[in-house]
């Protein structure tokens, strides 16, 4: 499954990650920036250490899962 991983700063120096499921294959450098911009403009989240201020990281996470046991 890939997770599109999106990490602020906010106010007060600390770290938001924001994860999104089963993001676009074809998504874009610049259309995660400006989601990225989008939140922090219009204050879209509320953390105890203050606003979101910047942009730290964005990534596209792959992973794979294997089951090796599973009860029925």
Known sequence: ???L?????NEGGGTLTLSVRNPK???????VITVMDNIIDKNVFATTDGD???KKWAKIV???ETVLYEAE
């Not at 991983?5 to 700063?9: C, G, N, R, S, V």
């Open 1 to 3: 499954m890939k997770t």
């Open 5 to 9: 991983k999106m990490a602020f700063l």
């Open 25 to 31: 294959d074809n998504i874009t450098e610049a259309q």
């Open 52 to 54: 979101l201020v910047a």
């Open 62 to 64: 792959d992973t794979t």
